[in-house]
């Protein structure tokens, strides 16, 4: 989430082509996720959200950011990168993307 001030509170919502949803309240500059990348949380930046270990990742998903109750939505096709934490000949096999969504238009 870009083109926010610092301390600003916003609601953020993820919406999976298969149904599934994730939601997070966060604030800007604040960092509040655990020592584990395997959960969904905020960072300083935005916000990391996780699946199940057998999901695969969607090809599109649905962002919806709400500050002081105005709601912007866009649908992203995220490229995704696999990286293996336990080396390639180890499971899981991890899917990483990151995508912008600048309030500030």
Do not use: W
Request: glycine residues 6%; charged residues 25%; proline residues 8%.
């Amino acid at each position: 989430v870009e083109g926010l001030p610092d301390t600003t509170v916003y609601d953020i919502n993820i919406q999976y082509v298969h149904g599934h949803e994730q939601n997070l309240t966060c604030e800007i500059g604040k960092d509040s996720a655990p020592d584990s990348p395997f959960v969904s949380d905020c960072v300083k930046d935005g916000v990391t959200f996780t699946l199940d270990m057998n999901e695969r990742p969607p090809d599109t998903i649905t962002v919806t950011v709400t500050v002081d109750g105005k709601k912007t939505t866009k649908v992203f096709d995220p490229t995704y990168e696999e990286y293996y934490p336990n080396g390639k000949d180890c499971v899981p096999v991890c899917y990483g993307a990151m995508i912008v969504m600048n309030m500030s238009q």
